[in-house]
């Protein structure tokens, strides 16, 4: 949902854990990564996803 310019795609539609989001803004962006609004597209409740970058296996494992 983030292109390869860093650019988050509006009206993107994500799956994650059974549940399915569409993205409806971004909301910050810093040097760890991005924040976006998302609407869960069955119950059009708004809430908050944090995208984070990882630039290497270690970083990955770190933050799961």
């Not at 924040?35 to 984070?52: C, F, M, N, P, S």
Request: glycine share 6%.
């Amino acid at each position: 949902f983030i292109d390869c310019e860093g650019v988050v795609q509006i009206r993107t539609t994500i799956q994650y854990q059974r549940q399915e989001d569409q993205i409806v803004d971004q909301i910050a962006e810093g040097g760890y990564g991005y924040v976006i609004l998302v609407e869960d597209v069955d119950t059009r409740q708004h809430y908050a996803l944090k995208k984070l970058i990882c630039q290497n296996h270690e970083q990955v494992s770190n933050y799961r």
